[in-house]
């Protein structure tokens, strides 16, 4: 079975920073590109950033460029994303999501597994 497992959400200030977390099991980790993805209320799924196999090629949304870190380990079967100088427009709920594939892709059609997401909300 798998499972996807977000953690590190919460309540932050404008400008603060926080990183999320997502653990997976049942599934062979380095073989999937890893990625994050949100959603705001009222408002459709959008991609993040995502992660190559081995961690060597990111990409990112453009709104989150330069302030969004995407990291991976393969030992421990984890994908991170580093978050700061945080918005109020960044209020969402955070999704990882398991990819297997060679490419970095942003459609969310693309990602076979997600986890359940964890609340962040950012307060100006």
């Known amino acids: 079975q798998v499972q996807l497992t977000e953690s590190g959400g919460g309540l932050v200030q404008a400008g603060d920073s926080l990183r999320l977390s997502c653990v997976a099991s049942?599934?062979?980790?380095?073989?999937?590109?890893m990625g994050w993805f949100r959603q705001a209320p009222e408002k459709e799924r959008e991609f993040v950033a995502a992660?190559?196999?081995?961690?060597?090629?990111?990409f990112y949304a453009d709104s989150v460029k330069g302030r969004f870190t995407i990291s991976r380990d393969n030992v421990k079967n984890m994908v991170f994303l580093q978050m700061k100088s945080l918005k109020a427009e960044d209020t969402a709920v955070y999704y990882c999501?398991?990819?297997?594939?060679?490419?970095?892709?942003?459609?969310?059609?693309?990602?076979?597994?997600w986890g359940q997401g964890t609340q962040i909300t950012v307060s100006s």
């Open positions: 999501a398991a990819d297997q594939s060679t490419t970095l892709r942003s459609t969310t059609d693309a990602y076979e597994y």
């Open positions: 049942g599934i062979t980790f380095n073989t999937y590109v």
């Open positions: 992660i190559s196999r081995f961690g060597g090629s990111t």
